[in-house]
């Protein structure tokens, strides 16, 4: 390896992270490369083109926040912006901010190792190429690890088979075809009212029963949207302040210390406000389960009013685990598609799924022959992206074996062991649990921030201490402990991937309290991580 790496920084991923961290660096004078495994930018936006495909959380804050131009020429035109409308939002900021220049496209990163002597990363694509970099950026995401699940004869299928996580770019006609999917997760339920329009009949495959909460999309409101442009400072400085990265008050009493009419009254409020500040009306429903079986009653009440069938509608609600422990889904018209003809739910938990044939799935109880047959099962998420990779750190250890009880980290930025490799949005750190852009923007900027540190003071290399990722890995835990996470089975713990260890992989002490906590970890000279210095600084 050359003394000199060809790069100061190698950022890997296109989409809401990985364009900011190439926009933030290059701004800031560094070289950088991205590389990005498709062939545009949009990250999780390019992949998941299903139909339905849409944010959760409203489109004024799932956006950026460090531009001022940018916040004031650009308008959404739903609450809730649909997947070619946040992709056609990324390509404006490529080329507002010019940034497809500096990236790659069709470089799927195979392997990282670091170079101890020149204290820098070599990164090699599928296509055999490999370049240094003083630093690796990790962009790829939480969910962008596509989780095929292992069903005996899947593959034989001879029908048209897709994955919600990885869909063709070519629309899909499903007119007059026998239709399945598989999955009741957020990309299922948003995909299986749009299916069910256009499908001669769509069987739904369910396992697990899921809380699914209204939407209550619509076309933006031009009022509403001038009160946003006009007050976006504030909007974003509540954003950096809350516990979700979102606008919103928290909520200030127990749903137990209230009467029944007014946590009834509560509720139906934010139903019928729909999205996900249905669980801001209390403080206790992610540690009581009293309070949030008050919640569960709430939603199990609305499906049997919507549900005409009664035996249907019991199917359809879950007796698992608590509400808002797994990642609650948001659409509209999800359970009122039930009362269509040409749809049918097939328990596969009471009846299991045996196997699919050339043309069929076949369970237990009944075989559903089938023209598509369409896999929603998910991701490998928050760590899968960085495990598909060959990664060796300090004494070629690989971070497989670094991860082999769970995901570790320090605050999500980096792994001991592993210097100069920073993970936006990384294991244990808000994550998924918080709104992706605002999250995004605090981890780049605090990485900005640490690099030109570094530059200014001679500094090689970084990374955590042992004991820091120890105690870091402890705080999470402890947290989640203390919640009714630990309640059920989800891809929150990996438990979706066989084999994968049980560690929840997302910090649960609040977004707010968490970029507190990193820009005093900064002010006290970057507490918890070692530094090296020597003759080979990072040019710029």
């Given at each position: 390896m050359s003394d000199v790496p060809t790069y100061d920084a190698v950022v890997i991923g296109a989409g809401?992270?990985?364009?900011?961290?190439?926009?933030?660096?290059?701004?800031?004078?560094?070289?950088?490369?991205?590389?990005?495994?498709?062939?545009?930018?949009?990250?999780?936006?390019?992949?998941?083109?299903?139909?339905?495909?849409?944010?959760?959380?409203?489109?004024?804050?799932y956006s950026y926040g460090f531009s001022e131009d940018l916040q004031q020429d650009w308008d959404w035109s739903l609450r809730y912006s649909e997947q070619p409308e946040i992709l056609g939002y990324l390509g404006h900021v490529a080329d507002r901010f010019d940034l497809r220049r500096h990236f790659r496209f069709g470089a799927a990163v195979e392997a990282l190792t670091f170079d101890e002597p020149a204290r820098a990363w070599t990164v090699r694509t599928g296509d055999g190429q490999t370049v240094t970099a003083r630093f690796v950026v990790s962009a790829m995401g939480c969910l962008s690890a596509v989780n095929w699940p292992d069903i005996p004869g899947l593959r034989s299928f001879r029908g048209r088979l897709l994955h919600t996580a990885d869909w063709p770019h070519e629309p899909v006609d499903f007119t007059g075809r026998r239709v399945g999917v598989i999955g009741t997760g957020a990309s299922a339920v948003q995909a299986i009212p749009r299916i069910a329009r256009e499908a001669a009949h769509l069987t739904v495959f369910q396992r697990t029963a899921n809380w699914v909460l209204p939407a209550r999309n619509h076309a933006s409101d031009p009022g509403f949207d001038s009160w946003v442009k006009a007050n976006y400072g504030e909007i974003r400085a509540r954003c950096a302040a809350s516990p979700g990265a979102v606008p919103f008050e928290a909520p200030t009493l127990s749903a137990l210390e209230v009467s029944d009419a007014e946590r009834e009254a509560t509720y139906q409020s934010l139903w019928d406000l729909g999205g996900m500040r249905f669980f801001s009306a209390f403080t206790d429903l992610f540690s009581s389960l009293e309070a949030n079986a008050t919640a569960q009653a709430f939603v199990a009440e609305q499906i049997r009013k919507t549900v005409r069938e009664p035996e249907l509608a019991r199917a359809l609600t879950p007796t698992d685990h608590p509400i808002g422990v797994k990642r609650p889904p948001v659409d509209d018209d999800y359970y009122e598609t039930f009362n269509r003809p040409n749809v049918t739910l097939a328990d596969i938990r009471r009846a299991p799924l045996v196997e699919v044939t050339e043309g069929a799935v076949r369970t237990a109880d009944a075989e559903y022959e089938l023209d598509d047959l369409i896999v929603a099962t998910g991701f490998d998420a928050i760590t899968g992206a960085l495990l598909a990779l060959d990664v060796r750190g300090r004494g070629g250890v690989s971070l497989k074996r670094h991860w082999q009880n769970g995901p570790s980290s320090y605050l999500g930025l980096g792994m001991a062991g592993f210097p100069n490799l920073f993970t936006i949005t990384g294991?244990?750190?808000?994550?998924?649990?918080?709104?992706?852009?605002?999250?995004?923007?605090?981890?780049?900027?605090?990485?900005?921030?640490?690099?030109?540190?570094?530059?200014?003071?001679g500094i090689d290399a970084i990374e955590p201490t042992e004991a820091a990722e120890t105690d870091w890995v402890s705080h999470a835990n402890e947290i989640v402990g203390h919640t009714l996470y630990p309640q059920a089975e989800s891809w929150y713990f990996g438990t979706n991937i066989p084999g994968k260890p049980r560690r929840f992989g997302v910090y649960l002490g609040g977004f707010g309290a968490y970029s507190e906590r990193c820009e005093a970890v900064a002010q006290a000279g970057y507490e918890g991580f070692r530094f090296?210095?020597?003759?080979?600084?990072?040019?710029?």
């Open positions: 809401f992270a990985g364009l900011y961290a190439v926009h933030r660096l290059t701004g800031m004078g560094f070289r950088v490369l991205g590389l990005e495994r498709g062939q545009d930018v949009g990250g999780v936006w390019y992949w998941n083109r299903y139909p339905g495909a849409r944010c959760d959380c409203e489109s004024y804050y294991p244990l750190s808000p994550a998924v649990l918080a709104n992706m852009p605002t999250a995004v923007e605090q981890h780049v900027d605090w990485i900005a921030g640490c690099l030109d540190h570094m530059h200014r003071e090296t210095s020597g003759p080979n600084r990072a040019p710029r």
